[in-house]
């Protein structure tokens, strides 16, 4: 059992053929992924099962929605420049993965998706850690942990057209950065830069995640032998696109 199979164990049903029964805590629903019968929420539920049991049942209903996750991107890379322009010459060009590398990957299980229950320690360095006492954030942040577990890829189709990014395979860096020798990896960072010498790092991006009015994106940064940070934005949903409202550190070096 997988490490969301362990947390959603002791309050998930067996799922069989077109039917589907799911027990959580006293909540129950029976139907098929056409045809749902009946849901029946009890107020007392946790958040986080509440969360849990919104995320299970979403794929029964169907939904799904373009998103604008090229502008979301783009939002995040901007917000993370700004962060250097005050000590460093802002780069003229960033590089991005086409997929989160294995390494960023695990640091994102073993730093979020493992540690669910201590979302208040996780929380303690955001502008704003009640967000993350919501229901809605709750489900996004579960929703955002199966997303990184599944191995989903964010589908950075024609993100090469946007200006100062340049996508970049991900197996291209990871044989670049294969070695844990401090000697060899100031050497693969001065490869690096001799690639890319108008950028600063490069960076990784899970898929996004939306929900009604916040969405989530995991995002890595790494610029220098140790100088690297990886971290959950969170973007509030405004009339013309998203802001970056706050974010949560999973890891830095």
Not at 229 to 234: D, H, P, S
Request: with cysteine; proline share 4%.
């Amino acid at each position: 059992m997988d490490f969301f199979g362990a947390f959603a164990g002791e309050c998930m049903g067996d799922l069989e053929g077109g039917r589907e029964e799911i027990n959580l805590a006293g909540h129950f629903f029976l139907g098929s992924a056409k045809s749902p019968i009946f849901i029946i929420i009890q107020p007392d539920l946790p958040p986080m099962k509440k969360a849990l049991l919104l995320l299970l049942l979403l794929p029964l209903f169907g939904f799904s929605q373009s998103r604008p996750n090229s502008d979301i991107i783009q939002t995040v890379i901007q917000n993370r420049l700004e962060k250097f322009s005050e000590t460093e010459k802002l780069p003229n060009s960033i590089v991005m993965l086409n997929g989160l590398t294995n390494k960023s990957r695990e640091l994102a299980v073993n730093g979020l998706c493992l540690s669910l229950n201590r979302l208040d320690q996780i929380g303690k360095n955001m502008k704003k850690p009640s967000l993350l006492k919501t229901e809605e954030m709750l489900f996004l942040i579960i929703k955002l942990c199966k997303s990184i577990h599944g191995g989903e890829s964010l589908d950075v189709e024609g993100y090469n057209t946007l200006p100062g990014l340049s996508v970049v395979k991900r197996d291209k860096i990871e044989i670049l950065f294969n070695s844990n020798d401090a000697n060899k990896n100031d050497a693969a960072w001065n490869t690096f830069y001799k690639i890319y010498p108008e950028g600063l790092g490069f960076m990784e991006f899970s898929n996004v995640v939306y929900s009604k009015n916040w969405s989530l994106v995991y995002v890595t940064h790494r610029h220098k032998p140790i100088g690297g940070i990886g971290y959950v934005a969170i973007l509030k949903k405004i009339e013309n696109g998203y802001v970056v409202e706050d974010a949560f550190n999973l890891w830095m070096y």
